[in-house]
């Protein structure tokens, strides 16, 4: 990705029987489930179930 706000390990997603979850990795520009962070700058998230519909968002875009 040409991205200044995402990170090669920014953020987890995983499957564990049937259900799918998301949590950030200490990103600093942050993991978003339907417009909500995850997570302060810089702490992991704990997990979160993502549901059909969800929309994930990593990192804010720089306006700059």
Known sequence: FDTKVL???H???W???GKFYIKDTKSSSGTFLN???LSPA???SKP???KDG???Q???DYQG
Request: glycine share 8%.
């Open 58 to 60: 990593l990192g804010l």
């Open 35 to 37: 417009h909500v962070r």
């Open 48 to 50: 979160h179930e993502l």
């Open 7 to 9: 990170s090669r390990v």
């Open 11 to 13: 953020a987890e997603i």
């Open 15 to 17: 499957s564990d029987n």
């Open 54 to 56: 969800d929309i994930v």
């Open 42 to 44: 810089g702490s992991e």
